[in-house]
């Protein structure tokens, strides 16, 4: 049986609440610096949370992109962001690509639940009023959910399976540990992975509508995200565009790319919506076997965990989480890592948080340090006897040893993903 | 990698719900496609359209039995009525709720493009009005692109991976392969793998605006009975469809080890993309990418020198048709396969965007099963150059039905908007003594 080949990261793009690319992400990270605000629009809708983390890019900004692109017809930020955090880790990772060759075995998963919100919206308004839209003939493409990685295909010319994924808040993560398995399977040497989610509020309505949005913060957009903690009351929402190139060891080492980490595997599976789980509130069960198993997968004990990177939306399901992570961690016995959540930061951005989050893993490890969870403090009183005070940073603890990262994610639809990853100790 | 069978099928094609009707229509070559008055007052050109026939009572019917509370999205609601079908036709139990574990080897991959979109304008007419608070706590989960997915695995309690794909023509082939390849794997033993699309008349309008890249609108603008023809010479565009096909996959030993019927073996499978060059774009499928992917199934599924059966094409019945069948051509040259017949799909029931593949697979595996070819609607003749190619392959494709005729294997191609293919080889499954 032929060995399984080893899968590495090399190249990493960003656009979201508090960085719109990967240097000012690693810096608002460093100096623990929320990017979510009080939006004038959700007041003027009346939605009950009227905070959100929305990339800080101008509407000049996302055209005078497009346009380089000669994209200036997409609608959906959502794609746009895509576009942006992908062309920054294409060109991180070094692979060129031009407009009449294709990129010989790289293929692209890049997910969303929502990227079509623009260009629906639009094209309702056609059918159902006298709105003058421009360009009504290329639009629909933008509403089919693979919108984004037609486009990134467009830019890029990719030869191996290009498609999107959804698995709401699992995506990102998802798209991750389908390419190890393709990869180190021998299928494919590299892949684009990512998720991306559009800026309309018309995306974030329908959880405001069933009470999942943050309640009672919209004086103080600083302290609205707060997972963990006993004042949390629902999620910030918000949108952006995370990007990784996953490649073969192989493949990296014969072109001489920088590797940031290994991706040791991990593992996808769902609650079923059964026992204590729902569509909204995952199977304790679920979760506690999704880690387990992708710790065995990975070939990682509990006590080679250096760091967490939470779902940790700021939501009752933080209570959860925590739960099963002490239980599938066994941190009765085993002392817990670090653990924080980047949500506390930039708040929930659905689809494209595994993506975006992971990259924060990358670079905390890399960098060798662990940026606060705002807000964490009080804990919530069912988290609090289950977890060691001092490893849920309040400020950045700016030296750290960090071999093993582990991230997780859970999704509406009781979906859980969960990775793990490895500096590269290469000389 | 494990070997992987079929072990059930689940449909609502424009006919109805149920593979009896579905079987019934294919062979006696029913149009699924007419005029349709709901697409009044949508600025559509053409109102021709195969939208599935359910009754008010069946609809009822099954959200009453899955308790399934608001449902506003038709393409939730045909995935779920084929994804449970399939599940049943396989032989497998639905557990009960609360008490039962999720079955941890047992997940779904299940497609779509825009099964979002019926809950997403809901909802967006209500927050415009400041009446969010109105919508209810369904919304999100039918808005959010995995609702199908997310659906599926609750009602049927799955327990391994859970997910949506999307790639629009190309998501029910490729919903199939991510499944199978997931089994091949070992990570998972069963898979429902299929694809659904909404009947919402936004999506008929969003298509009859779309023109490919020649400029000339995407799809038909004429009378499809006597224009809607594969491989023909005047190209006139495609029929848009909605609906839903869905798939059992197993483990070979997981459907030995239950006895359960096996409808075939999946023995060559392939993904890839044209990059949008060479050729490719957007719009427009780049021949050589094709002929690859092709020919990469075929060599996985030994069928070098041997005859294929049928080939279920993807033709759709515009500018596309001609390239299928130059990258079938070049593919089978290059492996020394010749196949029997070709036939369209498509040309019965329209193009189901993305529950296409899901249907057509369905179709496909029926034919294998049953022991039948389906005839394509042709009212058309084949273009000349066409025509040569399918002579030099002495492959026909019947423009009518042959229903008693042994079939041991078929091809399966498709791809999609963005330059995207996929392409399957099946054989029945020999039982060893």
């Known amino acids: 049986m032929k060995a399984k080949s080893r899968v590495v990261i090399t190249g990493l793009g960003v656009v979201c609440a508090n960085g719109v690319n990967v240097e000012s992400f690693k810096q608002s990270l460093f100096q623990g610096r929320t990017g979510i605000e009080h939006l004038s629009i959700l007041d003027e809708l009346e939605f009950r949370c009227q905070n959100a ?3 800080p890019l101008s509407e000049n900004d996302i055209q005078s992109f497009l346009s380089s692109l000669n994209l200036s017809y997409v609608k959906s930020s959502g794609i746009a962001y895509g576009l942006m955090a992908g062309k920054e880790a ?16 790289m293929g692209c998963i890049f997910g969303t639940g929502s990227n079509a919100a623009e260009s629906s919206e639009l094209q309702n308004d056609y059918i159902h009023s006298d709105r003058v839209i421009d360009n009504l003939d290329i639009l629909p493409i933008q509403s089919l959910a693979s919108g984004v990685s037609i486009y990134l295909n467009k830019i890029f010319g990719f030869g191996g399976e290009v ?3 959804s698995s709401a808040c699992s995506t990102g993560t998802e798209g991750l540990l389908m390419a190890y398995d393709y990869i180190s399977e021998g299928l494919i040497d590299k892949m684009l992975i990512g998720s991306s989610e559009s800026s309309s509020p018309f995306v974030w309505s329908p959880f405001d509508a069933m009470f999942a949005t943050s309640q009672g913060f919209n004086e103080h957009p600083e302290l609205a995200s707060c997972p963990l903690s006993a004042n949390a009351t629902g999620f910030v929402p918000s949108a952006g565009a995370g990007a990784l190139v996953v490649e073969s060891l192989d493949s990296a080492l014969a072109r001489g790319a920088h590797i940031y980490v290994e991706l040791l595997g991990g593992e996808i599976n769902s609650g079923g919506q059964r026992k204590d789980g729902s569509m909204t509130l995952g199977n304790s069960d679920g979760m506690v076997r999704c880690i387990q198993h992708a710790l065995q997968n990975a070939g990682v004990i509990s006590n080679e965990i250096d760091f967490i990177s939470g779902h940790l939306t700021s939501t009752i399901g933080d209570v959860r989480e925590v739960q099963s992570l002490y239980h599938a961690l066994d941190w009765k016995h085993v002392p817990m890592p670090f653990l924080n959540s980047t949500k506390s930061m930039i708040g929930h951005s659905l689809s494209a948080s595994g993506s975006i989050e992971t990259i924060a893993l990358i670079l905390q490890m890399c960098q060798g340090f662990v940026h606060p969870s705002l807000n964490a403090f009080p804990l919530h009183p069912e988290i609090e006897p289950l977890v060691a005070l001092n490893k849920i940073p309040t400020q950045t603890v700016e030296t750290a040893a960090l071999q093993i990262g582990m991230k997780i994610s859970l999704g509406f639809g009781d979906v859980n993903a969960c990775l793990l990853l490895k500096k590269m100790n290469l000389n | 990698m494990r070997r992987v069978v079929i072990t059930g099928l689940g449909c609502v094609a424009p006919y109805g719900r149920g593979l009896e009707k579905f079987e019934n229509a294919l062979r006696a070559m029913t149009l699924g496609y007419h005029e349709q008055e709901i697409l009044n007052g949508y600025k559509l050109k053409n109102k021709v359209a195969a939208i599935p026939t359910l009754s008010e009572s069946e609809i009822v019917g099954f959200t009453d039995t899955y308790r399934l509370v608001k449902l506003r999205s038709s393409a939730i609601l045909y995935g779920l009525m084929a994804g449970v079908d399939a599940w049943e036709n396989a032989g ?3 557990g009960a709720h609360t008490e039962s574990d999720p079955l941890w080897r ?3 991959i299940f497609g779509t493009s825009c099964a979002g979109v019926d809950a997403f304008c809901y909802n967006v007419d209500l927050a415009r009005q400041k009446k969010s608070r109105k919508m209810g706590g369904r919304i999100a989960q039918q808005a959010m ?13 799955l327990g391994n991976q859970v997910t949506t794909n999307s790639s629009e023509g190309n998501t029910g082939l490729e919903a199939i392969l991510q499944s199978y390849y997931r089994i091949a794997f070992g990570k998972a033993d069963i898979m429902l793998a299929g694809s659904t699309e909404s009947s919402m008349t936004n999506i008929f309008s969003a298509y009859d605006l779309m023109k490919t890249q020649y400029g000339a609108p995407a799809t038909l603008r004429k009378n499809p009975e006597l224009y809607y023809s594969p491989l023909s010479n005047e190209n006139n565009g495609f029929i848009v469809g909605a609906g839903s096909g869905a798939l059992v996959l197993e483990s070979l030993d997981s459907a030995l080890a239950r006895r359960a019927t096996i409808y075939g073996e999946i023995v060559g499978a392939h993904l890839n993309s044209g990059g949008q060059r060479q050729g ?10 094709l002929t690859n992917c092709i020919s990469e199934t075929i060599q996985m599924g030994a069928l070098n020198g041997v005859n294929i059966d049928f080939v279920n094409g993807c033709l759709q019945s515009d500018y596309c048709d001609h390239k299928e069948l130059e990258a079938l051509s070049n593919a089978f040259e290059k492996n020394q396969t010749t196949v029997s017949y070709l036939e369209s799909t498509k040309s019965l ?3 189901c965007l993305s529950a296409s593949g899901g249907l057509e697979m369905v179709a496909s595996l029926l034919q294998l099963k049953n022991g039948f070819i389906h005839g394509t609607h042709r009212p058309l003749s084949i273009a000349p150059k066409d025509q040569d190619l399918l002579t030099q392959l002495i492959c026909q494709m019947s423009d009518s039905s042959i229903s008693a005729i042994p079939i041991s294997n078929f091809l399966k191609v498709s791809f999609g908007v963005g330059d995207v293919n996929a392409c399957i080889a099946v054989k029945k499954y020999i039982y060893e003594s």
Do not use: E, K, W
């Open chain 1, 53 to 55: 983390g929305v990339p």
């Open chain 1, 90 to 105: 294409m060109r991180d990772a070094s692979i060129s690509f031009d407009s009449n060759q294709l990129i010989p075995r």
């Open chain 1, 163 to 165: 498609t999107t994924n």
């Open chain 2, 92 to 94: 497998l139990p639905i």
């Open chain 2, 106 to 108: 047992a997940g779904t």
């Open chain 2, 145 to 157: 692109n995995s609702g199908i997915s997310a659906y599926l695995g609750g009602i049927l309690g």
């Open chain 2, 280 to 289: 490719g774009n957007v719009m427009d499928i780049n021949v050589d990418q």
């Open chain 2, 349 to 351: 029931i329209g193009h």
